[in-house]
């Protein structure tokens, strides 16, 4: 929660906060995600507009996920830019008698910004999609689950035997023993 009361309701008026905050739970998707109690570097800019207070700046951190080829740690810097209005209570009375009906209008909690929802709303989606450990990631074998970027993965095959051809390769052993006799 940011204190806007020094600010009061005059257009115009801005300040600078910049702070360090801890990340809420589920900050991220099913595979990446800012841990909950980890540093969020906040560089905000609060402006009394006419209608409430516009907070713009930016937002960093680090997520940690899986890569979604080898399922190996992912660390990923998130930096992403958070521009909010939240208007005043009046304000958004009005905004709703005269049919507005925009769900995404943010109302102040008296003299309180709550960050939390415009900070999930912007930190989520600057994640990536489908993580990765490294671009070139060769992910896991699908035989046996193998890690293929492992060096000791590196010349890592299978031999793969048509079902089809079973019943020749079983003739065709029979024989090579009865050369070997």
């Not at 800019?45 to 516009?54: K, N, P, Q, S, Y």
């Not at 992403?80 to 769900?103: F, I, S």
């Not at 999609?129 to 896991?140: A, E, H, I, N, S």
């Given at each position: 929660m940011l204190?806007?009361?020094e600010l009061g309701r005059r257009p115009g008026t801005?300040?600078?906060?910049?702070?360090?905050?801890?990340?809420?739970?589920?900050?991220?998707?099913?595979?990446?995600?800012?841990?909950?109690?980890?540093?969020l570097r906040l560089d905000l800019r609060l402006e009394a507009v006419m209608e409430g207070?516009?907070?713009?700046?930016?937002?960093?951190?680090?997520a940690v996920g899986e890569c979604v080829r080898c399922l190996t740690e992912v660390v990923e810097d998130v930096d992403a830019e958070v521009q909010e209005l939240?208007?005043?209570?009046?304000?958004a009375r009005v905004a709703v008698e005269?049919?507005?009906?925009?769900?995404?209008?943010?109302?102040?909690?008296?003299?309180?910004?709550?960050?939390?929802?415009?900070?999930?709303?912007?930190?989520?989606?600057?994640?990536?999609?489908?993580?990765?450990c490294t671009p070139d990631c060769p992910g896991l074998c699908s035989e046996c689950g193998a890690r293929l970027a492992d060096p000791e993965n590196a010349d890592?095959?299978?031999?793969?035997?048509?079902?089809?051809?079973a019943?020749?390769?079983?003739?065709?052993?029979?024989?090579?023993?009865t050369k070997e006799s």
């Amino acid at each position: 929660m940011l204190d806007t009361h020094e600010l009061g309701r005059r257009p115009g008026t801005m300040r600078r906060e910049q702070r360090t905050v801890p990340a809420p739970e589920d900050l991220g998707t099913a595979v990446i995600g800012v841990p909950a109690g980890s540093d969020l570097r906040l560089d905000l800019r609060l402006e009394a507009v006419m209608e409430g207070i516009l907070v713009s700046g930016s937002v960093s951190g680090r997520a940690v996920g899986e890569c979604v080829r080898c399922l190996t740690e992912v660390v990923e810097d998130v930096d992403a830019e958070v521009q909010e209005l939240y208007v005043y209570p009046e304000r958004a009375r009005v905004a709703v008698e005269d049919g507005d009906e925009d769900e995404d209008v943010r109302e102040l909690e008296g003299d309180l910004v709550d960050l939390e929802p415009a900070l999930r709303d912007t930190v989520v989606p600057a994640l990536p999609f489908r993580p990765v450990c490294t671009p070139d990631c060769p992910g896991l074998c699908s035989e046996c689950g193998a890690r293929l970027a492992d060096p000791e993965n590196a010349d890592h095959t299978h031999e793969v035997l048509d079902p089809r051809w079973a019943e020749l390769d079983r003739v065709k052993s029979m024989f090579d023993d009865t050369k070997e006799s």
